[in-house]
């Protein structure tokens, strides 16, 4: 199977343009609160570096759908993430307002797939897969239960694309592909210097990893 790479956490073009040339399939800004928030005009400056190779994420936390619609129309993103333990009428009021994909976040607080979300799998066009820590939304750094996750994919997994973040890098990034198969694999603070800041040695060996397992 092979394990398309989303780059998130985007805080400067020159990553970004980087995330593009070595292959990419997607590459995320954030909205949502945290160390890694950008503004809609460093957005656009961001996206625009990582130019149309590559499809363009947008990270809300509980930015209401307005505002999610207007910031997507006017940065022309391919998908939505929605963070914040969205339901499935979250992710409906926003497919009602924007015509890209809706990702939905399940932050997993123990060892299993929280059975209120099982809908999201069905309802969502991509459910991604990040550890619950504390006021975080993302960028933990913490790995997941990929074993037992994924006795709970083959009982959930549905029309959703699955896509693994929580913990990744270059080191375990091939097991985590050989245990979930995932779709797409997401990566932030395994890849960085300091929060936000990209390594593009660490971007290289990361990707190289997931797809050089993938292909293999």
Known sequence: MLAKVKFCGMTRPQDAA?????GASYVGVIFASGPRKVSVDQAREI?????PSVRHVGVFGSND???????AEE???????LHADPGSSAVEAVRERFDGE???????????IPHEFDDL??????????AHSGEKLGGTGVPLPWNALAVDLARDRGSAEVILAGGLNPGNVSAAIRILAPDVVDVSSGVESAPGIK???????????????AAA
């Open 47 to 51: 996206l625009d570096a990582a130019g």
């Open 121 to 130: 799998f069905e309802t969502a066009d991509g459910v991604l897969l990040d």
């Open 18 to 22: 980087l995330a593009a040339e070595i």
């Open 75 to 81: 940065l022309g993103l391919h998908v939505v993430q």
């Open 102 to 112: 809706v990702w939905a976040v399940i932050r997993i607080p123990g060892s299993h």
């Open 65 to 71: 759908v307005d505002q999610i619609a207007e910031i």
């Open 199 to 213: 390594d593009p040695w660490l971007m290289r060996e990361f990707y190289e990893a997931a797809v050089g397992h």
